[in-house]
C-alpha cells in the first residue's frame, strides 16, 4: 500500500504530456477544473500514481468534456454543484476516508457518454462477473445493444484514440442532425432518452425520427439495466452511481 505523497511525487507525472496531447488535438474538449484534496484522496484510494493518465486527471482536473460534453470522462471537479458531471468518486461510490479493502469491484467507471453508454476499466477477473476483455481495458456498455464490447486497449491507448478524433468512427450511425445542439443544452448529470429506445428497429432504421427528452443519467442508466433483464435476464452490473 503506497502513501499519498508516494502517488503524486512522481519524476514523470503524466499530466503535463496530457495538456500538450490536449493542445494538439481538433477534438472539441473541455478541461473542468479540479478540487486537489478530493483529487489526492481519490489517487490514494485506487492507489493509482501521478504516472499515468488516469491518475493525471483524477489528481488535476474536474473532468474532460469531449464533443461539447457527449462524453464525460471524470475527474476531481471542485464545487458541490449539481449542475456538472460528477467525480470518479462519487460514480464509483468510492469511501468518504480511505479504505485498504475497497475495490471497484467488476471495473472502475471512468466515463459515460449521453446515450447511457458507460466505459469502464475492467477490473482484475472479468471472466467471474461475466464480462469480456481482459484485466484493465476499457469495456463499453452500448446501450443500442444492451450488452458490454471490449475496445482492446488499455485507459491511456483510449484517451488518446478519443483525442485523435476515434470517436466520430465510434458513434456512427448513432448522431443525427442536430445533435450538438441537444447535447450542449445537457447539464453535466443527464443523459437522453429515446422513443423508440435506441435498440429497437425503428431507431436502428432512422434514428432521426425517434423523439429525445433530456432525463437523470442514473434514470437512464436504470433504463439499461431493466431492459437486458427484461430481454435475457442478464443484469449489467454496476453502471455507476449517476
Request: overall charge negative.
Given at each position: 500500500?503506497?502513501?499519498?505523497?508516494e502517488l503524486i511525487n512522481v519524476d514523470d507525472?503524466?499530466?503535463?504530456?496530457?495538456?500538450?496531447?490536449?493542445?494538439?488535438?481538433?477534438?472539441?474538449?473541455?478541461?473542468?477544473?479540479?478540487?486537489?484534496?478530493?483529487?489526492?484522496?481519490?489517487?490514494?484510494?485506487?492507489?493509482?500514481?501521478?504516472?499515468?493518465?488516469?491518475?493525471?486527471?483524477?489528481?488535476?482536473?474536474?473532468?474532460?468534456?469531449?464533443?461539447?460534453?457527449?462524453?464525460?470522462?471524470?475527474?476531481?471537479?471542485?464545487?458541490?454543484?449539481?449542475?456538472?458531471?460528477?467525480?470518479?468518486?462519487?460514480?464509483?461510490?468510492?469511501?468518504?476516508?480511505?479504505?485498504?479493502?475497497?475495490?471497484?469491484?467488476?471495473?472502475?467507471?471512468?466515463?459515460?457518454?449521453?446515450?447511457?453508454?458507460?466505459?469502464?476499466?475492467?477490473?482484475?477477473?472479468?471472466?467471474?462477473?461475466?464480462?469480456?476483455?481482459?484485466?484493465?481495458?476499457?469495456?463499453?456498455?452500448?446501450?443500442?445493444?444492451?450488452?458490454?464490447?471490449?475496445?482492446?486497449?488499455?485507459?491511456?491507448?483510449?484517451?488518446?484514440?478519443?483525442?485523435?478524433?476515434?470517436?466520430?468512427?465510434?458513434?456512427?450511425?448513432?448522431?443525427?442532425?442536430?445533435?450538438?445542439?441537444?447535447?450542449?443544452?445537457?447539464?453535466?448529470?443527464?443523459?437522453?432518452?429515446?422513443?423508440?429506445?435506441?435498440w429497437s428497429a425503428e431507431a436502428r432504421q432512422?434514428?432521426?425520427?425517434?423523439?429525445?427528452?433530456?432525463?437523470?443519467?442514473?434514470?437512464?442508466?436504470?433504463?439499461?439495466?431493466?431492459?437486458?433483464?427484461?430481454?435475457?435476464?442478464?443484469?449489467?452490473?454496476?453502471?455507476?452511481?449517476?
Open positions: 500500500m503506497r502513501e499519498d505523497h507525472p503524466a499530466w503535463p504530456l496530457l495538456l500538450q496531447e490536449l493542445a494538439g488535438t481538433d477534438v472539441p474538449v473541455e478541461v473542468l477544473p479540479g478540487d486537489a484534496g478530493i483529487g489526492r484522496a481519490s489517487l490514494l484510494q485506487l492507489q493509482v500514481s501521478a504516472r499515468s493518465n488516469l491518475g493525471g486527471i483524477v489528481l488535476n482536473c474536474g473532468g474532460l468534456l469531449v464533443d461539447d460534453g457527449w462524453l464525460r470522462i471524470f475527474g476531481s471537479p471542485s464545487g458541490a454543484g449539481l449542475e456538472g458531471p460528477p467525480g470518479l468518486a462519487v460514480i464509483n461510490a468510492m469511501p468518504t476516508t480511505f479504505d485498504p479493502a475497497w475495490r471497484p469491484g467488476a471495473g472502475l467507471v471512468v466515463a459515460h457518454d449521453v446515450l447511457g453508454g458507460v466505459f469502464v476499466l475492467n477490473g482484475s477477473n472479468p471472466r467471474e462477473v461475466g464480462r469480456p476483455g481482459e484485466p484493465g481495458e476499457i469495456l463499453y456498455f452500448a446501450p443500442d445493444a444492451l450488452g458490454w464490447e471490449a475496445l482492446g486497449a488499455g485507459h491511456s491507448a483510449w484517451l488518446s484514440w478519443i483525442l485523435s478524433g476515434g470517436l466520430r468512427e465510434f458513434y456512427e450511425g448513432l448522431r443525427w442532425d442536430g445533435w450538438g445542439s441537444e447535447v450542449s443544452a445537457l447539464n453535466g448529470r443527464q443523459g437522453l432518452s429515446f422513443f423508440p429506445p435506441l432512422d434514428l432521426s425520427a425517434t423523439s429525445r427528452r433530456a432525463v437523470p443519467m442514473a434514470e437512464l442508466l436504470g433504463l439499461s439495466r431493466d431492459s437486458c433483464l427484461r430481454f435475457d435476464g442478464t443484469d449489467p452490473g454496476f453502471l455507476g452511481v449517476a
